[in-house]
């Protein structure tokens, strides 16, 4: 948002440009017409794709935009699970993670800010979105990353204070190579659960 008000302005002032030299063609005959048509037609209108490319990398960062999708709603919806069993649900509701990234803060491997593979799925999704036909299960690609996990808690006094992440001595390292995932069975295996949103209770955060 903080972007779009200057974006704004170069669209208006590139726009003000390009009719101006469209009345008045003659102007770039003299050297500062010609400056003014660089601006218009060349610099204003760069700077205008990189800021909205910018605005657009920070929105799609955001909870609101990954739940945009009709697909996505159930998973937005699974981080109001009273169950605290849900991993998500545990993480968005007591703020260890910032709940408008709260999407992008453990899925950061994903389409547009993962590698270039990643890139090329996000094209995908939009093109399933608009022109394809959506699945009715959402799958990851790979299975998750305990790096997503580790690079918040990592060292943490509380992570470290349970039993079962300090079990042996080759527990943590299995954990750090991706050998042992903390959505293993008996540990971390309740995530989304989107299935089933219309059958939890859910959360009601108190007014203030």
Known sequence: MELMIPLVGLLVVALGMLIYLAVRPSVTRAVGGKVLAFLGIFLLPALSLALGFEAHVERAKTKEFCTSCHVMEPYGKSLMYEDTEYLPAVHYQNNLVDREHACFTCHTDYALFGGVRAKLRG????????????????????????????????????????????????????????????????????????????????WKEPTR
């Open 123 to 202: 094209l995908r999704h939009l093109t399933v979105q608009y022109l394809g036909s959506i699945p009715d299960t959402v799958k990851l690609y790979t299975p998750f990353n305990n790096r997503e996990c580790l690079h918040c808690h990592s060292g943490a006094r509380r992570f470290l204070a349970e039993d079962a992440h300090t079990e042996t001595d080759t527990t943590m390292t299995s954990m750090e190579a991706n050998r042992l995932s903390c959505m293993a069975s008996g540990c971390h295996e309740a995530i989304h659960d989107a299935k089933q949103v219309d059958e939890q209770e859910m």
